[in-house]
């Protein structure tokens, strides 16, 4: 402490100088000797430990923090695990079932709809798809899926539960031969948001006092047999499904084959519903451009299960890309695809609309705002087994000659493939398929695949080993056994009046259009506008083909 500022008080008088040093000098001999002062630390060594302490909390936190989650999983409280909302293999959306899957009678479908013992996809069992129950009736848009079949059900079930899965609300099955047998349609009539129809004499007589069977526009393709009689089908079952469509509160209607899969590419959730609900509010019609299966072994069971590899529309190709492969993609083939290369198209329910054929849809009143999607599209399974050389040549009485053939089908492959499985042996058609349909060579397939002209898509059969895998066919055949035991029990006259009064409430309106136009409800009556009057129905059709492109050019 130093001396400024201290008040020492004095006596009041003078003061002798030899006092004053004698008295400081007697005060220093009295004091103590002291060791010399230390010299002031240098300023590093203060910051070095300041540097020392903070490494120590930065090293000493983490731990501490590790140490407190582990105590509290340690606890069992403390941190919230979602997936321990809900009970084990159940999700939003399902209910818990028995994973036992159910046995199969000895009749039922073959090895392809039957579990395997290694589920890879076990959250589909006991799934409640989107649409079976009211608490999803608000979702929109809706989306009607249309088909005319005579397959079975190792068939249909995978093709009918994959696009549940994908988004479609309601099914319309017009079913004949295999798959208006009771073991079959009994099935299918017991799955939510399935209508079956059959074809029966009295349909077939409605049928011919609908509206488009008097119009011209299908006219060419009448009182022809094989391809020609089903594409005449599939326009009349089009027809009917408009209404029945509407009458279900329906907003989009897409008519497929049942060797067909919606590929909902670009969508959200990989959903057709997410995919059409995107659509603006003027277009009418959405096409979707078809890809074509290309299988790379001939002993192919299951198709949507074993089949990854397409062959990409032209639509979806660079045009220099397209004709510079062009010879190498059809491998000796007539085209580039083997059957048709128009796509199809989902139509928005509305007043005025009619089929096109089975690949387009049209309105009376006028011509339809349509796009093109340039993601999704149609999957065409065609050719993927062996067999159906032989199927297609046993549901047709043509001749096997070049003239014939022609009356027959529509397509140049379809032509040379029945008479391939008319007159060669059993080793020639194998050998012939092996040549124009199977894809064995690995180079060109790798070739064409870096070209961007074969692509991989594996989400299909990805999602149909699930459901396989998980029960879901197995268990809608199980469930469905007493409708199918009651209907076998049956005459087949009276299975199939089993659904005629919903035909004749469905054919009234057919026959009143005919008649009364403001009585329907659907495809009014109205006078074609003068576009109509020269649109034709519009046929399966083939790819652009390469001489075409070479006249063209000069």
């Known amino acids: 402490m130093g001396w400024a500022g201290l008040t020492i008080p004095v006596e009041t008088g003078s003061i002798h100088p030899e006092k004053v040093q004698r008295g400081e000098k007697d005060a220093a001999d009295q004091m103590p000797p002291q060791a010399p002062s230390p010299a002031p630390a240098p300023s590093g060594s203060v910051g070095g430990a300041a540097w020392r302490h903070l490494l120590l909390l930065l090293t000493g936190l983490p731990l501490a923090l590790a140490a407190l989650a582990f105590a509290l999983q340690w606890r069992g409280g403390g941190v919230d695990d979602p997936t321990a909302r809900w009970p084990p293999h159940a999700f939003p959306g399902m209910g818990m079932t028995d994973p036992t899957p159910p046995s199969l009678p000895s009749s039922a479908c073959g090895e392809v709809l039957i579990a395997s013992s290694g589920p890879s996809f076990p959250y589909l069992r006991g799934w409640s798809f989107p649409f079976d129950s009211d608490s999803d009736a608000a979702l929109h848009p809706k989306v009607c899926v249309q088909t005319s079949t005579s397959a079975g059900l190792d068939q249909i079930l995978p093709w009918l539960f994959y696009h549940k899965v994908v988004g479609v609300a309601q099914f319309l099955l017009f079913v004949e031969g295999r798959a208006a047998k009771p073991q079959v349609a009994g099935v299918l009539e017991s799955i939510p948001g399935v209508k079956v129809v059959y074809r029966t004499q009295e349909l077939e007589e409605q049928q011919a006092r609908s509206r488009i069977w008097n119009e011209t526009w299908l006219a060419g393709f009448f009182y022809k047999p094989c391809n020609y009689e089903l594409f005449v089908k599939q326009s009349l079952n089009m027809e009917m499904a408009i209404v029945m469509a509407r009458d279900a509160a329906m907003d989009w209607i897409i008519h497929l084959d049942t060797d067909e899969l919606l590929y909902p ?8 519903r997410h995919l059409l609900a995107d659509v603006p509010g003027d277009v009418d019609m959405v096409i979707f451009p078809n890809y074509e299966s290309s299988v790379e072994r001939d002993d192919i069971k299951d198709p949507f299960s074993e089949v990854s590899m397409f062959k990409k529309n032209y639509d979806h190709l660079p045009k220099d890309t397209y004709f510079g492969m062009y010879k190498e993609a059809t491998r000796g083939n007539p085209n580039y695809f083997l059957t048709y290369g128009n796509g199809k198209s989902a139509a928005r329910v509305q007043d005025h609309l009619r089929p096109n054929g089975a690949h387009r849809w049209h309105n009376y009143a006028k011509s339809p705002n349509e796009i093109k999607l340039e993601e999704a599209a149609v999957l065409h ?38 008479i391939i499985a008319s007159t060669a042996s ?85 026959i009143r259009a005919n008649s009364q136009a403001s009585a329907r409800k659907i495809l009014h009556a109205v006078e074609p506008a003068s576009h ?23």
């Open 265 to 272: 590419g670009g969508g959200a959730e990989y959903s057709v």
């Open 381 to 418: 399974y065609t050719y993927t087994k062996f067999s159906d050389l032989t199927s297609r040549r046993d549901r047709c009485g043509c001749k096997p000659t070049k003239d014939d053939v022609k009356r027959c089908f529509m397509l140049d492959f379809d032509r040379a493939a029945f």
């Open 426 to 510: 059993e080793e020639e058609m194998l050998r012939w398929y092996n040549e124009r349909v199977v894809w064995n060579d690995k180079q060109l397939n790798l070739k064409l695949l870096r070209k961007g002209v074969l692509t991989r898509i594996y989400t299909p059969m990805a999602i149909v080993q699930g459901l396989r895998e998980s029960g879901v066919f197995t268990s809608s055949i199980a469930a469905a056994q007493s409708l199918v035991n009651d209907k076998v029990s049956l005459k087949e006259n009276n299975v199939q009046n089993k659904n005629h009064t919903k035909l004749e409430k469905v054919s009234r309106k057919f």
């Open 532 to 554: 109509d009057s020269n649109v034709s129905a519009v046929p399966p059709l083939s790819p652009p083909s390469l001489d075409n492109h070479l006249l063209e050019l000069s």
